[in-house]
């Protein structure tokens, strides 16, 4: 998506979906929190879910997002104020907090966050999905993950 050829011009989206991690997490976590974060978008919002992907022996694969997923960082602050942000322009949004590391399965994942007030959540990275300028505007103050 979003190359250019002859028959396939760039595609310029509307939407924007992207993931904001904090600055401070390892590697490892990176790529859990936004496997996690990500996979909360597509139920919640099932128009940025394309259709089945199939190889030249008709092998079935499942869809994919539609467009392209941008990932970002900042730090706790700009965590904080991006879940402030995406709230107030009512995005839906996943979230995980740094208690969500030690539980085990999606039962624990829920209670750690229902124990905890929103403003008492420890965010390290949100997921957020929806027109590309409210999206921009929650992300203000973050950057491109290098």
Do not use: C
Not at 40 to 63: Q, R
């Amino acid at each position: 998506m979003g190359t250019e050829n002859e028959t396939n011009p760039t595609v310029r989206f509307d939407t924007k979906i992207a993931v904001l991690l904090r600055d401070d997490l390892e590697s490892w976590q990176r790529l859990n929190v936004t496997a996690f974060l990500v996979s909360g978008l597509g139920t919640a919002s099932p128009e940025v879910i394309g259709e089945p992907y199939t190889d030249a022996d008709d092998t079935v694969y499942l869809p994919m997002f539609r467009q392209p997923v941008l990932v970002f960082e900042g730090t706790k602050e700009t965590l904080t104020a991006a879940q402030g942000r995406a709230l107030s322009r009512s995005l839906r949004m996943a979230v995980f907090t740094s208690d969500l590391f030690g539980t085990g399965h999606d039962q624990d994942n829920r209670a750690a966050v229902r124990a905890v007030r929103r403003d008492g959540l420890d965010l390290v990275g949100m997921a957020v999905y929806g027109s590309r300028n409210a999206v921009d505007k929650v992300l203000k103050g973050a950057r491109m993950h290098p």
